[in-house]
T-cell receptor, first 115, second 113 residues
Framework: DTGVSQNPRHKITKRGQNVTFRCDPISEHNRLYWYRQTLGQGPEFLTYFQNEAQLEKSRLLSDRFSAERPKGSFSTLEIQRTEQGDSAMYLC?????????????FGSGTRLTVV | AQSVTQLGSHVSVSEGALVLLRCNYSSSVPPYLFWYVQYPNQGLQLLLK??????LVKGINGFEAEFKKSETSFHLTKPSAHMSDAAEYFCAVSYISGYALNFGKGTSLLVTP
């Protein structure tokens, strides 16, 4: 068990470009969550998967954002036509079915800077 | 909206002094409450959680928190601060009917020699 792994750790992109982040959860965890954290704020929920099904999406997840978990294992988060306001730390977390009682295991995050 | 409020965005204590970080929740249903710690450029690490069992919860690194329903609070304490405790601390809440964690804005703990 190597924990939740996120790649890349840092990404600098020009405004208007597309970016994709990857999250590899703990292998036996069936639930996977994406959060966004801006400077000086707590993490904000974006979306959540149970196995390969995307079950919940926040209003923060605009149509430029898309997340997938094709085989119920790793997940990708893509941002199209990036804007400077997308600059943030993107955190992935995973849990078993009891996540809402047990809490999640977070990855180290991907820090996105849009210039 | 169901949420948590962390009072004090910055708290400074001397090494060896009591640490008290405040968290109040608003919830119309019994909440599950969590404290997480975040070191610079790192993800979040779970310190402790309250899931309707014992109201006094002990966590890692000597931290504990007490769930007080009458005060809708879940304050985090540690009897004696260590330099390595300097970090950002987040209180979070989840609900029986939901799966997302709602986080507070965080409290930055500074420990001075």
């Amino acid at each position: 068990d190597t924990g939740v792994s996120q790649n890349p750790r840092h990404k600098i992109t020009k405004r208007g470009q597309n970016v994709t982040f990857r999250c590899d959860p703990i292998s036996e965890h069936n639930r996977l969550y994406w959060y966004r954290q801006t400077l000086g704020q707590g993490p904000e929920f974006l979306t959540y998967f149970q196995n390969e099904a995307q079950l919940e999406k926040s209003r923060l997840l605009s149509d430029r954002f898309s997340a997938e978990r094709p085989k119920g294992s790793f997940s990708t988060l893509e941002i199209q036509r990036t804007e400077q306001g997308d600059s943030a730390m993107y955190l992935c977390a995973s849990s078993l079915d009891r996540g809402k009682k047990d809490g999640y295991t977070f990855g180290s995050g991907t820090r996105l800077t849009v210039v | 909206a169901q949420s948590v409020t962390q009072l004090g965005s910055h708290v400074s204590v001397s090494e060896g002094a009591l640490v008290l970080l405040r968290c109040n929740y608003s919830s119309s249903v019994p909440p599950y409450l969590f404290w997480y710690v975040q070191y610079p450029n790192q993800g979040l690490q779970l310190l402790l959680k309250y899931t309707s069992a014992a109201t006094l919860v002990k966590g890692i690194n000597g931290f504990e928190a007490e769930f007080k329903k009458s005060e809708t609070s879940f304050h985090l304490t540690k009897p004696s601060a260590h330099m390595s405790d300097a970090a950002e601390y987040f209180c979070a809440v989840s609900y029986i009917s939901g799966y997302a964690l709602n986080f507070g804005k965080g409290t930055s703990l500074l420990v001075t020699p």
